[in-house]
């Protein structure tokens, strides 16, 4: 089976696809693409394409309603790289307030000043005096695998920290430190902090959540963090903000032309994750659920299909993505049934508009039967494994 890696994916997950698998950089007549940032939208998706894993947690980059329609799994490695983007957070908060690049820059221009250099220093390190983190409140927006991370950190560091996500699950609630307060909306964190950092997803919630209303909340001089999506702060409204002294720093890991050279920004190339830890631990993920998808069936982590993780309980498996609407299993079942199969075990998950249902069976369908169900209205594609 080929699969077509659009970015250099680390050895150590590609190696994990196993001898089965030809690595090839053309995507027609591929099974299975493995993709970091490389733009997707405008490829012509070949009909073979069965999933796509994303090398990381963002999918903007993919056609994921397209995917969704053709029966193409889409995958990303929520939590693979979490470390690291929690690391560049903390260096961000540092950054916003101790004014160390604006003091770097500066000394670099004492070059051929000799012996004076020291005096020099002395006298002018006044400019770039800038506050401690230990005591200052942060407000945690979205706690996700990176937010948690970033909250505990913050927390040992001293600092009093306010956390907010509605959709925090029960697992992520446990690795949550205990002295993390719980804020009951978006602007108890806006009204109260005096460091933000958001980690939510991007979507027609948060599309420029950060704008001159919520500016309008917040305390004199906030320092807001934005390790997620340039597309979450309104870039006109955030340097009204930093020219009026409302906003005190701006740090963004996702430049854009006008975020670029201003006042008061601190525009990072997108480094959030850009770590070799992190590119492994993404490799093996996108690897090891590709591998997972292609040959048993299982889906884990997609962004568009439900997850559904079953071991295998007869010799083979029908897999069918289908649009989430009812009898569809019915006559799914109907037709298998009518092949004078015994359906061995059944799994069926849906999310939003889409559902996928596995049968373990003990003989494969035949051809007919296999387009017989392909013609069910709803069901979009169709595997036996």
């Not at 957070?89 to 101790?98: E, K, N, Q, T």
């Not at 230990?134 to 706690?143: H, N, Q």
């Not at 359906?343 to 559902?355: E, H, P, Q, T, Y």
Request: hydrophobic share 45%.
């Amino acid at each position: 089976m080929n699969i077509c890696t659009l970015n250099k994916i680390a050895a150590c997950g590609t190696d994990r696809l196993g001898a089965n698998y030809t690595l090839t950089e053309e995507l027609a007549g591929a099974v299975g693409v493995m993709v970091r940032s490389a733009a997707m939208h405008d490829m012509e998706l070949p009909a073979e394409l069965l999933a796509i894993a994303r090398a990381g947690a963002g999918v903007n980059n993919i056609p994921v309603d397209k995917c969704s329609e053709t029966g193409i799994v889409v995958f990303n490695t929520p939590g693979a790289n979490a470390n690291a983007v929690k690391e560049l957070v903390l260096a961000g908060l540092f950054l916003s307030c101790r004014k160390v690049l604006d003091g770097i820059a500066w000394a670099k221009t004492l070059k051929g000043e000799g012996a004076a250099v020291p005096k020099l220093v002395e006298k002018g390190k006044g400019a770039f005096v800038g506050p401690e983190l230990a005591g200052k409140k942060l407000g945690v927006i979205g706690l996700g695998a990176i937010g948690i991370l970033v909250a505990n950190a913050a927390q040992a560091l001293g600092m009093e920290v306010y956390g907010f996500d509605p959709f925090m699950s029960v697992d992520a609630a446990w690795k949550l430190s205990r002295s993390v307060k719980h804020a009951a909306s978006r602007e108890e964190i806006y009204q109260n902090c005096d460091f933000i950092t958001v980690h939510v997803p991007l979507n027609d919630d948060t599309r420029g959540m950060l704008n001159k209303d919520t500016f309008a909340q917040m305390p004199d001089g906030v320092r807001i963090m934005n390790f997620s999506r340039a597309e979450l702060v309104n870039i006109d409204d955030m340097k009204a903000a930093l020219e009026s002294g409302k906003v005190a720093r701006y740090v963004v890991d996702f430049p854009t032309e006008d975020a670029l050279d201003v006042e008061g920004i601190i525009a990072i190339p997108h480094l959030g994750a850009s770590t070799p830890e992190s590119e492994d631990n993404c490799a093996v993920m996108a690897a090891d659920e590709l591998k997972a998808y292609l040959e048993d069936g299982n889906i884990i982590n997609s962004v568009n299909y439900p997850t559904v993780n079953v071991p295998r309980s007869a010799a083979h498996r029908l897999c069918v993505l289908h649009r989430n609407i009812p009898s569809i299993l019915t006559q799914v079942s109907a037709e298998v049934s009518a092949e004078g199969i015994n359906i061995d075990s059944m799994a069926n998950r849906s999310r939003k508009d889409f559902a996928y249902t596995i049968l373990d069976i003990p003989t494969a369908p035949t051809a007919d039967a296999i387009a017989k169900i392909e013609a069910i209205d709803g069901v979009i594609r169709v595997r036996c494994i």
